[in-house]
């Protein structure tokens, strides 16, 4: 320590207690502090008496971590802590409270829940007259013309019967209304959005898609996957300003449910623009990151079709754009819904018995797109719900790795995945090293609705085989696909545990429940695994990135056995972002 800095100390502890004994002592220490440099090692905030849960298996607990610089510099008991606190270092006394690492929501379409918020809500849901009444209130709202955008629908809550454009007619004279199912894989357009779009009895289906008609062959107002690009294109861009607050508005409702980082696979879906996930890029997170508005990090995953855009960018500039933007990888579909009857399957929907679902994108052009993606260095996830889909995927992984070589790749099979399972499949999983991204609270639609179209065997037998794929020592990762369910981490981990749909009062398929631990660790730690990030997120260790939700359970067996758990608060690089 430089002497003439002690000296001007020992001055002022003179002048301090012999010339000035009004001197405020408080003062007089923060000024002494002032004058001797801090230690390197000296944290900013100790988080101390909680019952912190690290996600790490050789040191599961804690009660104490000290935050240095929005890292966790040391985590173990607050005693072996003392040396990190010095003038300037905050304490945060949990008292007794549980704390996890930040939720990672290892699938959702940020921009599009943040849109969605503001629009046509219809989730939940369970009646016709309740769908008509928020469409005509809608209108009440909007000048003469313009569209009317909402959805969530999800027709399996008012006995499965499939709304039609005569429904909401009536009540939209004049505004071309679009309505998505709560899948993404179909939508309802009024009649004057059909005639605004040409589609009359006489439009094709175009591939991978299909158009719903009556019984006389006129459209119903319906379309599947591809065929949702015949309206798609018709409806105006949302703006610049818009699509900013979307992400603003969604990133913030992520906080409140513990929600510190997403990966986000953009407003691409089977029949929308590639150029999406692009614009919001550049339009929306590099504009964010740049004015320093990021509240959650983001993953980010793009179109496979674009795959040599985002090589070039990597190559450029590096996975890792900043400590909040990440660039995940390429995506592409394999099929489309359950829910829509357009899950591929290797035999027929039940209540559909000529039906086998679609294949949305052809099969060597997604093969090609694969082996050009990989062989660039790029992680790959394909969309792929129903059981053939699963296997043509799985198949062509495997051919995909004989040809280019072995790598720590972690294909994703992503979305509701690896959702509907043929005997002997999720074993392969483990085999070929695939991370199956899951969402547990799909379940709870798809629990009535599978063994509706599918039939009691099928859907006991391969639906939501989450122990079995955990048991294959494939990698889990858990997620919500918001909006098509809201991104809630803890009641997906309940899901995951209990497996109980509404009305129920058995669990589906007990045999593949989770424990509370499993599924905290796909939730967290094997959820970033998934995406190449262990070394910065989902685990409370020396050196990661110091994010974490305090829980309201004052004791781990409370939050073990009790379904009342909430967010307390959420810490995003050790500053509280919620609330």
Same mark, same amino acid.
């Given at each position: ?31 002494? !502090? ?162 605004? !779009? ?28 591809? !065929? ?43 029949? &929308? ?38 090589? /070039? ?70 969309? !792929?719900? /129903? ?98 369910? &809201? ?15 509404? /009305? ?76």
């Amino acid at each position: 320590m430089n002497l003439s800095i002690v000296n001007l100390a020992s001055i002022a502890v003179f002048l301090s207690v012999f010339l000035f004994p009004s001197f405020n002592s408080t003062y007089w220490l923060k000024w002494r !502090a002032s004058l001797i440099p801090s230690t390197k090692f000296g944290a900013d905030l100790i988080v101390k008496n909680g019952v912190i849960f690290t996600s790490d298996p050789s040191f599961p607990f804690a009660n104490s971590m000290a935050i240095r610089d929005g890292r966790i510099l040391r985590i173990g008991n607050y005693s072996s802590l003392q040396d990190l606190s010095g003038y300037g270092t905050k304490e945060l006394n949990l008292e007794g409270k549980v704390v996890v690492p930040g939720f990672i929501d290892s699938h959702v379409h940020l921009i599009s829940a943040g849109l969605q918020m503001a629009r046509v809500q219809l989730e939940g849901v369970n009646r016709k007259d309740e769908v008509v009444r928020r469409v005509k209130e809608a209108v009440l709202n909007v000048k003469r013309g313009s569209w009317i955008l909402g959805g969530g629908w999800n027709n399996d809550l008012w006995g499965g019967e499939l709304p039609m454009a005569s429904w909401i007619d009536e009540v939209t004279p004049d505004n071309p209304v679009w309505l998505t199912r709560m899948d993404g894989h179909m939508g309802l357009a009024n009649s004057v959005a059909l005639k605004l !779009a040409g589609v009359t009895n006489l439009t094709k289906d175009p591939n991978g898609g299909k158009i719903m008609q009556t019984a006389d062959g006129e459209p119903t107002g319906l379309l599947i996957d591809a !065929a949702m690009e015949l309206i798609l294109s018709w409806i105006p861009e949302a703006s610049v300003d818009e699509r900013r607050e979307a992400m603003l508005r969604a990133s913030s409702f992520a906080l409140t449910r513990g929600v510190t980082t997403v990966v986000d696979v953009g407003r691409y879906f089977p029949g &929308s623009s590639v150029e999406h996930s692009w614009q919001d890029f550049s339009d929306v997170y590099q504009w964010a990151d740049s004015s320093g508005k990021m509240k959650i990090r983001v993953c980010l995953f793009f179109p496979m079709e674009t795959w040599s855009r985002l090589h /070039g960018v990597i190559h450029r500039a590096g996975r890792a754009l900043s400590n909040w933007i990440y660039l995940g990888g390429v995506k592409a579909f394999a099929d489309g819904s359950l829910g829509s009857n357009s899950a591929l399957f290797h035999e027929p929907y039940f209540d559909d018995p000529h039906n086998y679902g679609l294949q949305v994108l052809e099969f060597e052009s997604l093969f090609n797109m694969t082996i050009a993606s990989d062989m660039s260095g790029l992680q790959v996830a394909i969309h !792929a719900i /129903g059981d053939k889909a699963n296997d043509l995927i799985l198949d062509m992984y495997e051919s995909v790795a004989l040809k280019n070589g072995k790598r720590d790749r972690r294909f994703r099979v992503m979305i509701e995945h690896a959702q509907h399972l043929a005997p002997g499949t999720a074993d392969r999983f483990g085999q070929q090293g695939i991370v199956a991204s899951v969402q547990p609270d799909h379940l709870l639609d798809d629990a009535d609705a599978a063994i509706r179209k599918l039939g009691v065997d099928r859907a006991q037998k391969g639906s939501y085989l989450f122990r079995s794929l955990l048991s294959s020592n494939a990698l889990l990762a858990l997620g919500s696909d918001w909006p098509v369910t &809201s991104t809630y981490p803890l009641h997906a981990i309940r899901t995951a545990m209990n497996r109980i749909p509404p /009305g129920w009062d058995t669990a589906w398929i007990p045999s593949e429940r989770l424990s509370l631990n499993d599924a905290l660790i796909a939730h967290t730690i094997s959820a970033a695994r998934a995406c190449f990030l262990e070394n910065e997120i989902g685990s409370l260790s020396t050196g990661k990135l110091a994010d974490f939700v305090i829980l309201s359970s004052d004791s781990w067996d409370e939050f073990a056995t009790g379904g009342s758990t909430s967010v307390n608060a959420t810490y995003v690089g050790g500053i509280q972002a919620y609330p």
